[in-house]
Nanobody, 118 residues
Framework: VQLQASGGGLVQAGDSLRLSCAASGRTFSIYIMGWFRQAPGKEREFVASIGWSGANPYYADSVKGRFTVSRDNAKDTVYLQMNNLKPEDTAVYYC????????????WGQGTQVTVSS
C-alpha cells in the first residue's frame, strides 16, 4: 500500500484547509485510515480515523467539531477537512493505514505541512 498526502499550506487562524490522502497498491487490505500530526518538538499524535468503507469516523478531542474525515470510494482517497484552524494545529500531517482494528498502522504517507498563523 502506498499513501500520498497532499493539501497542506500556510493559512491564517480561522481559515480552512482540506488534506487528501490517495491510496494505491493493495488497497483491499486497508481496514482503517488514520490522520496523525507532529508539531516541532512534540510527539506524533492521533487526529482522526475512518473505516475504509467510509464508516465510523473518530476524532481526537482537540479537533472534534472542527475537522471532518471522509472517504471518496471511487478515488481510493481519504480527506481531512479542517475548519476554524488554530495556530496549535500547526504540524506535519500524516495519513496512515492499517489492516485491522488490532494491527498497528503499517503504511504511512510522506506528510504534508500545515502552518496556521495567528
Amino acid at each position: 500500500v502506498q499513501l500520498q498526502a497532499s493539501g497542506g499550506g500556510l493559512v491564517q487562524a480561522g481559515d480552512s484547509l482540506r488534506l487528501s490522502c490517495a491510496a494505491s497498491g493493495r488497497t483491499f487490505s486497508i481496514y482503517i485510515m488514520g490522520w496523525f500530526r507532529q508539531a516541532p518538538g512534540k510527539e506524533r499524535e492521533f487526529v482522526a480515523s475512518i473505516g475504509w468503507s467510509g464508516a465510523n469516523p473518530y476524532y481526537a478531542d482537540s479537533v472534534k467539531g472542527r475537522f471532518t474525515v471522509s472517504r471518496d470510494n471511487a478515488k481510493d482517497t481519504v480527506y481531512l477537512q479542517m475548519n476554524n484552524l488554530k495556530p496549535e494545529d500547526t504540524a506535519v500531517y500524516y495519513c496512515a493505514a492499517r489492516g485491522n482494528e488490532k494491527a498497528p498502522y503499517a503504511y504511512w504517507g510522506q506528510g504534508t505541512q500545515v502552518t496556521v498563523s495567528s
